[in-house]
């Protein structure tokens, strides 16, 4: 099993927020942006994990993740000079991904749930595609999937004037390997990009696409504008303060998970030690 972050884009929407800095490497709370989406493919058992990023934001990238020794992983990373849809992910990725198994998710959503973990190994453990449907009140600007009385899922349109349902796809995709041969064969859109609905589209026609909402208990953020920006960082905010337990640390899910051990945890501890989030972690390994 291998994962795909796509961190790329130019993040206009943020700007000018983002003129200095990739839209991905942004605070929400306490960590920045791409820790949320990394730390739910970790939950799905990926260890093996490519970070597709910008050329001029690969060096910061190096600087934030290493090569994820540090956390049980290996990550490396590949370059996108400029737009070219979310399919274009796996032809990016087609020598990493090689046989394997394939989670992909954007760098700009944060997934939080108290199954998360269970659901996203089922993901990882499928045959079939697996994607996720979240329900939104203006569908318009999503992928939208609609279903039968059977709730068997029976087109996907891609931001429709006239939804068919209210159920957005997220940014959260399992695939088999033969997901690059797809995508090497699907045209590109009117905008000249590879649309994932079309590949979703692919995998729904013959039959091997399965599709998991995320209930109630669910939240699904997509931080891609000032204001989702904002509401997720009060979202994250707001259970961290309750709770006393974080959202999206790689240290810690790293540790629950079993890439690290105690000794682990406790060195990467050291050198932040006096931070709240080293505060945070030491409380954790107290507790062990």
């Not at 690969?58 to 290996?74: A, K, P, V």
């Not at 998970?257 to 945890?265: F, Q, R, V």
Request: proline fraction near 5%; charged fraction near 20%; hydrophobic fraction near 40%.
């Amino acid at each position: 099993m291998k994962g795909i972050v796509l961190a790329g884009g130019s993040g206009t929407r943020l700007y000018p927020m983002t003129r200095a800095s990739n839209k991905q490497l942004l605070p929400v709370y306490n960590k920045p942006m791409v820790y949320y989406p990394l730390t739910t493919l970790m939950l799905s058992g990926c260890r093996e994990i490519l970070l597709i990023v910008n050329p001029q934001d690969i060096e910061s990238y190096h600087r934030l993740f290493g090569d994820g020794r540090q956390w049980g992983l290996d990550i490396s990373y590949a370059l996108q000079a400029k737009a070219g849809g979310i399919g274009e992910a796996f032809l990016i990725g087609r020598t990493f991904i090689g046989t394997s198994r394939v989670g992909l998710i954007l760098g700009d959503n944060l997934f939080y749930g108290d199954s998360l973990r269970a659901m996203v190994e089922r993901g990882a453990a499928g045959s079939n595609a697996t994607i996720y449907a979240y329900y939104v009140s203006d569908p318009t600007a999503y992928g939208v999937v609609e279903f039968d009385a059977q709730d068997r899922p029976i087109s996907i349109v891609e931001k429709p004037k006239q939804p068919r349902s209210n159920w957005a796809v997220t940014g959260l995709y399992f695939y088999s390997a033969d997901v690059c041969e797809v995508a090497q064969a699907t045209p590109r859109s009117a905008r000249g990009e590879l649309e994932i609905s079309d590949i979703n589209a692919h995998y729904l026609k013959a039959g091997r696409l399965d599709v998991e909402r995320l209930g109630r208990g669910y939240a699904w953020l997509d931080t891609g504008t000032p204001s989702s920006l904002l509401r997720a960082a009060q979202f994250v905010e707001t259970v961290e303060d309750r709770q006393g337990l974080q959202i999206g640390s790689p240290e810690e899910v790293a540790w629950r998970m079993g890439y690290i051990d105690n000794a682990g945890l406790a060195r990467l501890i050291e050198p932040i030690a006096t931070s709240e989030y080293g505060k945070y972690l030491q409380r954790l390994l107290a507790m062990a």
